[in-house]
């Protein structure tokens, strides 16, 4: 199972840097999207209530394996940073600095991921 949790996550938090690096051009071209920026938290949210359990198994699954602590830190660190990201990012650090930081926890949570999986990989899961 920590192998699809892998993935899963990978994909989803790639899903939300693709997000974050897409929003400022639609809304140039479209600003009339502006007006949709309730569905932008929205997605925000959903993402995060469904990478969140998705990540934590997969990350503690590894570990109780692998017992890699480099991995899990990265995996935790970057989980942190999206919850707190999107708790308080916004009118903490503005638009700008809120998307870099939640794809800098993105970019860490992969390769905690990315790691779990060489780690399962050389076990042959």
């Given at each position: 199972m920590?192998?699809?949790?892998d993935?899963?996550?990978?994909?989803?938090?790639?899903?939300?840097?693709i997000?974050?690096?897409?929003?400022?051009?639609?809304?140039?071209?479209?600003?009339?999207?502006?007006?949709?920026?309730?569905?932008?938290e929205?997605?925000?949210?959903?993402l995060l209530?469904?990478?969140?359990?998705?990540?934590?198994?997969?990350?503690?699954?590894?570990?109780?394996?692998?017992?890699?602590?480099?991995?899990?830190?990265?995996?935790?660190?970057?989980?942190?940073?999206?919850?707190?990201?999107?708790?308080?990012?916004?009118?903490?650090?503005?638009?700008?600095?809120?998307?870099?930081?939640?794809m800098?926890?993105?970019?860490?949570?992969?390769?905690?991921?990315?790691?779990n999986?060489?780690?399962?990989?050389?076990?042959?899961?």
């Amino acid at each position: 199972m920590q192998p699809l949790l892998d993935k899963l996550a990978i994909a989803l938090s790639g899903l939300c840097i693709i997000h974050c690096l897409l929003t400022p051009v639609v809304v140039v071209l479209f600003p009339m999207l502006m007006a949709a920026s309730n569905v932008n938290e929205s997605l925000h949210w959903l993402l995060l209530v469904i990478i969140l359990p998705t990540s934590l198994l997969a990350l503690f699954l590894g570990h109780l394996r692998y017992k890699d602590k480099l991995t899990l830190t990265l995996g935790l660190v970057g989980l942190s940073q999206l919850v707190v990201t999107s708790l308080l990012g916004f009118n903490l650090l503005g638009e700008m600095s809120e998307e870099l930081m939640t794809m800098i926890g993105s970019a860490a949570l992969i390769f905690g991921h990315i790691r779990n999986r060489q780690a399962c990989c050389k076990d042959a899961c």
